[in-house]
């Protein structure tokens, strides 16, 4: 928890930060709608893993909102959807629902929509949202901006040129952005972790350590939280300096292992699904949450 001396107190507001990532909707490993009739013909059920998935999705959305509405008057809300919001159809991978983009899209978008409902998203009363790059394979064609273009009160990096034309642009590189005194900076790559169990966050604390002293060598403000996602594996670590202390953390994603990562990575049975989010008040007193499910790759039986 950290306190802020923050200025202009009667216009700021107590607000939960929301970070959804690597959704990668289209991968039969990853959160889908329960069902889907799929554009070419035929239905798509999720399987049993996939349902999991889902009702760990509309929980999540469920433990916001309830944070949200704790106090006498509703918090605003910021959700940041960090990167890979769909699979897309990448290194030839036969892990798909469909090889459509397009309706990988649409898939993100109904998910997204539900979570929204849940948590009762009214961009009339300040509640926004910001679309982060991920990974070129996964983003070919732009998805991210189709989602900007279809959600209500996505954040634009470039506005739209009139009320009636889409032409703006929808995603950012990177978030560097203040609440209530704290510093968030939130991209989709940065981090890496350990293979070994006793280094799995030295790589996230020497990151935060170089992220200190460049902001003291550049003269930058020092950042209070660093977010960072594209490893699926929700992993936090700290460093703390002579001026302050620096939360930084890898999100979980919502995609169990593929064909691919069960070769890279054979050593973690756990899969971490879920989401992290943050409680800033209007005092500037912030608290970190994680709403993670860990599910084990394969269940232990007898030959």
Not at 82 to 99: C, M, R, S, Y
Not at 243 to 260: A, E, N, S, V
Not at 269 to 283: A, F, P, Q, T
Request: charged share 25%; hydrophobic share 35%.
């Amino acid at each position: 928890m950290s306190g802020k001396n923050v200025a202009n107190r009667d216009t700021v507001k107590d607000t939960v930060i929301a970070v959804l990532s690597d959704m990668q909707v289209g991968s039969t490993v990853a959160v889908c709608p329960p069902r889907w009739n799929l554009y070419d013909g035929g239905t798509y059920r999720a399987s049993p893993a996939q349902m999991i998935m889902y009702r760990q999705w509309t929980a999540s959305a469920m433990k916001v909102k309830d944070l949200l509405s704790e106090g006498k008057t509703r918090k605003r809300l910021v959700i940041a959807l960090n990167g890979e919001a769909i699979d897309n159809d990448h290194h030839n991978t036969p892990q798909l629902i469909t090889k459509t983009a397009t309706e990988q899209t649409d898939m993100a978008i109904a998910l997204l929509d539900e979570w929204l409902k849940i948590v009762e998203y009214n961009p009339k009363r300040g509640d926004c949202m910001y679309l982060v790059r991920g990974t070129d394979a996964h983003e070919a064609g732009n998805p991210l901006e189709a989602i900007g273009r279809d959600l209500d009160g996505v954040v634009p990096y470039r506005k739209d040129s009139s009320p009636v034309t889409k032409d703006g642009r929808y995603t950012h590189a990177k978030l560097v952005r203040t609440v209530n005194g704290n510093l968030f900076d939130i991209t989709h790559h940065g981090f890496t972790r350990g293979s070994r169990a006793w280094t799995r966050s030295n790589s996230i604390y020497h990151t935060l350590r170089s992220i200190y002293y460049d902001a003291l060598e550049y003269g930058y403000e020092i950042p209070d939280y660093v977010v960072r996602s594209h490893g699926h594996v929700y992993t936090a670590e700290t460093y703390t300096g002579h001026r302050k202390t620096i939360h930084g953390c890898m999100t979980p994603g919502w995609q169990l292992k593929t064909h691919f990562i069960n070769r890279v990575a054979a050593n973690e049975r756990i899969n971490s699904i879920g989401m992290v989010y943050y409680d800033v008040l209007k005092s500037g007193h912030a608290q970190h949450y994680a709403e993670i499910l860990s599910i084990e790759d394969v269940k232990v039986e007898a030959f």
